[in-house]
C-alpha cells in the first residue's frame, strides 16, 4: 500500500475491523513505502520499507515483508497511529506522543535531526495530551484536548503555519488558531487542515494543485486562512465534521445530522453494565462463558490493560499519579472476586499464564505502560487458583531503577485500603510458599527463590511506606510465619550469610518473633563466649569451671540505686553476661525469683530514678512523654544505669514505667528525628513552629519578632543561647524559617541534651545491642521497654487463674467480672495499675502475662494487689453492690503494691 514513485500516495484506512495475518486490525496508516497498523489489543504493527528506522524496529532489516511488532511499544495502550514519507508517529490513551524513524528535517520534533530507529516520546508535547497526529511528507501535526494545534520540520511551503517558512526541530504552537477550539486536524504532503468546533474550516501550506479549497491554485500559505464552506450554500444545515488530507487532495465529510469525530480509536474499557449482563447469563444458565470472553476481550493484552479504568478526557501528570480510578477498579473486579466456578478459574488462569504474565517484561518507554502493576493486584486470579504472584515481583523487580521511581510515586499516593491490598496480595504468596516448602522438600529452592522474589517487592513498599505512612507499619507483619518458620535455622542461615532469609525482611516479624530473635542472639552470644572461656581454662590446664547461667543482682533496699550500679559494673567481661537470664534477691531476705521480685526491683529503681528531686527528666504536660533535661543535678553515670535498665527490661520481658516518646528509639536506632516526633513530645511547642512555617505574609519578620536564638532557664538563671552562629542577631523572615524551625527542633532533641542522651544510649546498647536490635520499628523498641496501650480487656478473663476455691464458675467470680466488665476504659486501666504496676501490657501479648485471683476470708477487708505476682486476694463478697463498692474504692485509694 506503499509504493515508489515521485508522487507520495497517504492512504488512511478507518475500518471496524481488518485481518493482518490473523491479526486484528482498527486503525491503518501509511507512508511512502511502509505501514502501521494498530491492533485490536492496543499493539502497533508495521511492515515495509525501514532503512530510515521508519518501522521501529532495533534490528538491521532493511525491509519486511511481512508485519513486526513494535516491541518498544509492548504494554504501551496506543489509539491511533500517523506516517509520513519515511517517518511515523502514535499516540496513547494518555495523550502521549511517540515518534521514530528519519529526522533529516526535525519533523520528530526531537531538537535535532538524528534519525530515531526506535520510538521516542516528544517530550516537547508532555502535559499538552495530544488527541491526534498526522505526519506530512517531512513534517508533523498534532491537535490537544485542549483545541490547540502544533507543528514542526520541514517548512518550505509554510506547511507549519507561522508566517515564515524556515524549519522547527521542535513543538510550536500555531499562534493564529490560539483562541479557537479546533476539534479535527488533517494534513496531505504539504499542506494541514484544521476544523474547528464552531464549524470553521481554516488551511495553510502548499496549494499549488488547489489542495487548500480556496477556489484557485495558489503556491503557498504561511498562515492559516479561513477556508470556503460551499457545501452550505442551499443547505445551512450541512455541517463539516471531518477532513482528510492526502497527496494534493482534502477530503470533507458533511451531514445535516450531529455527528461527532474521533480521529483515535478507544482501546475497550470494562463496562459495568456489560459485565452486569453476562453475570445475568452465568446466574440463568450456569455457563460462565459469557465472563470468560468479557474478560479476556478487555483484558486481552498488556496493552489494553494498561487504558483499563483511564479517562481519556482526563489530563493527569504521569509521573505523579498513574491516572487510574482506582474505586472503579475495585468495584469491577470485586464482582469477579467471589466467582469460583472451576471453567471460569481455569481460563483466567490460562490467560494469565499464557497471555499477560510472559509479556510483562517489556522495554519502559513511557509510564503508562507501569499502570498494569497497579491493576494485577487488585485482580483475584492473580493469587488464586495458581499462585502467580511470585512472577508478576519478578517483573516489578526487573523494571529499571527510573521507571520503578516512578512507581513509587504512584504507590505513595495511593490510598490506603489499595496500598493494603497490594500487600496482602505479597504476603499471602509467601506464606503458601512458607507452607509448601516445609512440605515439599524438593523443591525447596524453588520455593525459596519464589519466597524471596515477594519480600523484595514487599522491601520496596515498606520504604515507601516509611515515607508517605499511608497504613501503619506494623500491616507488613505476617502473623502466619511464626506458625512455619523455624526462626533459629533462619538466623543461623543470616549469619552464615545465606541469601534467603527473613531475617534479611525483618518489618515482616511480629514483635513476638523479634522478641524471640533477641532470646536466640543472647544465647548464641554467650554460648560464644562460654566455648571461648573454656577454651582458655583448658590452655591454661585448670580445671572444671562452673558457668552461672544467670545474671544475679543482689540489692539493699536502702541502697537500691549504688547496689545495682556495682553489679552492673562488675561485668567486665562483656555485655553477653546481662543478657543472661535476670536473678534478683534482697539481702536478708529469703524467697526464690520467680519474676515478681525482679519486677519489685525495676518499680522500685525507676520510682527513684524518676524522682523530681534529682531534675533528670522533664515531663511535658500535654503528651506526659518525658524527654532529658538540660540541667540536673546527677552525673551521666545515672543516664547510663537508667539505658541499661531499659535494656534489661527487652531481655527480660519486664515492663519499665518510663514513657519516653518514640523520638527517643528513632534516636538510638540511628535515624533522624522529625517535626512530626517532635509533635508528639510536645504538641503545642510544634504547633506554634507550623504556625510559623504557614505564615505567608511578607511582615513575619514585624509580626513574630524572632531570632535564632532560645532562652533557657538554668537553676534560676535565665541565659539565651544561639541556634546558629549570631543567632541572636539573626532575624526570621520568610526566607529562612525553614531552617529556624529545623534549627529549633534540632537543638530541642539532639543539641541540648546530647551529653545525657550518649550516656543513656551508651548503658541501653551495652545490653540490646546487637545486629537483631537493628530490625526494631522505634514504635516496637516503644512497646518492648514500656509495654503497650492497645489490647483487649475482654482478653483478660481467659488468662486468669484461680486459687483457695475459686473458679471461673464461683459465684463470687461471677459477680467479679460482672462488675469489671461494667467499668470504662479509664477505670479498667486503673484497675490493670492497681493489680499489676502498670497500665501496659507486654509487647507479646495479653497472652504473656499471668493473673491470679485468690480466695481470702475476711470480707470486711478491701481487696488487695501484689503487684510484683499479679495477684489480687479477694473476699468473697456477697452481692454485686459490695464488690463493686469495695473493688472501686480499693483502685482509686490505694497507691503502690504490696509483697507476698
Known sequence: VGYPGEITVYIVIFCSYRVVLGIKVVHVACGFRHTLALTQDGEVIAWGDNTAGQLGSTTSLQLSHEPVKVSSLDGMPIVQVAAGNQHSAC???????????????????????????????????????????????????????????????????????????????????????????????????????????????????????????????QAIQ???????????????????????????????????????????????????????????????????????????????????????????????????????????????????????????????????????LPNLNFEVTSPE???????????????????????????????????????KIWFSRYEAPFFKRFVSVLQSSVVKNVILRYHTTPENNRRLRKIEKCLKVLEKLNEVNRTSELVPY???????????????????????GRE?????????????????????????????????????????????????????????RDNLVEDTLLAIRKCESGPHVLKKPLKVTFKGEEGFDAGGVKKELFLLL?????????????????????????????????????????GLAIYNSIIVDINFPPALYKKLLGQPVTMNDFAKLSPTRAESLRQILNYSDTDLEEAMCLTFSVTRDRFGEVDEVNLIPNGSETPVTLENKQLYVDSYIDYYLNTCIQHQFKAFAQGFMFVAGSRVFEMFHPNELMHMVSGMHDFNFDDLKSITEYLNGYAVDHPTITIFWKVFNK???????????????????????????????????DTARLPVAHTCFNVLDLPPYATEEEMENKLLNAINNTEGFGLV
Open 91 to 217: 499516540i496513547s490513551v494518555s495523550g502521549w506522543l511517540f515518534v521514530w524513524g528519519d529526522n533529516n528535517c526535525g519533523q520528530l520534533g526531537v531538537g535535532d535531526t538524528k534519525r530515531r530507529p526506535t520510538p521516542r516520546n516528544v517530550t516537547g508535547m508532555q502535559g499538552h495530551h495530544v488527541v491526534s497526529v498526522c505526519c506530512g511528507e517531512v513534517f508533523t501535526v498534532v491537535l490537544t484536548a485542549t483545541g490547540g494545534v502544533f507543528t514542526w520540520g520541514e517548512n518550505f511551503n509554510g506547511q507549519l503555519g507561522h508566517g515564515n517558512t524556515s524549519a522547527h526541530h521542535l513543538p510550536r504552537q500555531v499562534s493564529e488558531l490560539m483562541g479557537e477550539m479546533v476539534k479535527v486536524i488533517t494534513c496531505g504532503e504539504n499542506h494541514v487542515l484544521a476544523l474547528t468546533d464552531n464549524n470553521k474550516l481554516y488551511g495553510w501550506g502548499a496549494g499549488y494543485a488547489g489542495q487548500l479549497g480556496t477556489g484557485k491554485s
Open 222 to 356: 504561511t498562515l492559516p486562512i479561513k477556508l470556503p464552506t460551499p457545501w452550505t450554500k442551499g443547505n445551512p444545515k450541512l455541517k463539516a465534521y471531518d477532513i482528510h488530507g492526502g497527496g494534493d487532495q482534502t477530503f470533507i465529510r458533511v451531514s445535516g445530522e450531529k455527528r461527532s469525530h474521533s480521529s483515535t480509536t478507544r482501546i475497550h474499557d470494562f463496562s459495568e453494565a456489560k459485565l452486569n449482563s453476562a453475570f445475568r447469563d452465568f446466574e440463568e444458565y450456569k455457563d460462565p462463558t459469557s465472563i470468560i470472553e468479557y474478560i479476556i476481550q478487555v483484558m486481552g493484552s498488556v496493552s489494553k490493560i494498561n487504558s483499563l479504568f483511564v479517562d481519556p478526557t482526563t489530563r493527569t501528570n504521569m509521573l505523579l499519579d498513574s491516572g487510574i480510578n482506582m474505586l472503579r477498579l475495585r468495584k469491577s473486579f470485586t464482582q469477579l472476586r467471589d466467582l469460583r466456578h472451576k471453567d471460569y478459574l481455569k481460563a483466567m488462569s490460562n490467560h494469565l499464564e499464557k497471555t499477560i
Open 369 to 407: 505502560q507501569l499502570r498494569i502493576f497497579c491493576i494485577l493486584p487488585e485482580f483475584h486470579s492473580l493469587c488464586y487458583p495458581e499462585d502467580y504472584v511470585p512472577v508478576f515481583a519478578e517483573s516489578i523487580l526487573n523494571l529499571p531503577e527510573n521507571a520503578f521511581k516512578i512507581l
Open 474 to 496: 506494623n500491616t507488613f507483619y505476617i502473623h502466619d510465619l511464626a506458625e512455619h518458620l523455624d526462626l533459629e535455622e533462619d538466623y543461623r542461615n543470616w549469619l552464615e
Open 500 to 556: 534467603v532469609v527473613f531475617c534479611k525482611y525483618p518489618f515482616v516479624f511480629t514483635p513476638s518473633a523479634k522478641a524471640k530473635l533477641l532470646s536466640i542472639d543472647a544465647n548464641n552470644q554467650m554460648l560464644q563466649t562460654v566455648r571461648k572461656f573454656a577454651i582458655s581454662q583448658l590452655m591454661m590446664a585448670s580445671g572444671p569451671v562452673e558457668i552461672n547461667p544467670y545474671f544475679e543482682i543482689c540489692v539493699r
Open 606 to 646: 525507676m520510682k527513684e530514678l524518676l524522682n523530681p528531686t534529682y531534675g533528670m527528666f522533664t515531663m511535658d504536660p500535654e503528651s506526659r512523654f518525658i524527654w532529658f533535661s538540660e540541667f540536673n543535678f546527677e552525673g551521666n553515670s545515672t543516664y547510663e544505669l537508667i539505658g541499661v535498665i531499659c
Open 823 to 857: 467499668m470504662d476504659l479509664a477505670l479498667k486501666k486503673k484497675f490493670l495499675v492497681f493489680l499489676t504496676g502498670s497500665d501496659r501490657i507486654p509487647i507479646h501479648g495479653i497472652h504473656s502475662i499471668k493473673i491470679t485471683i485468690n480466695k481470702v476470708m
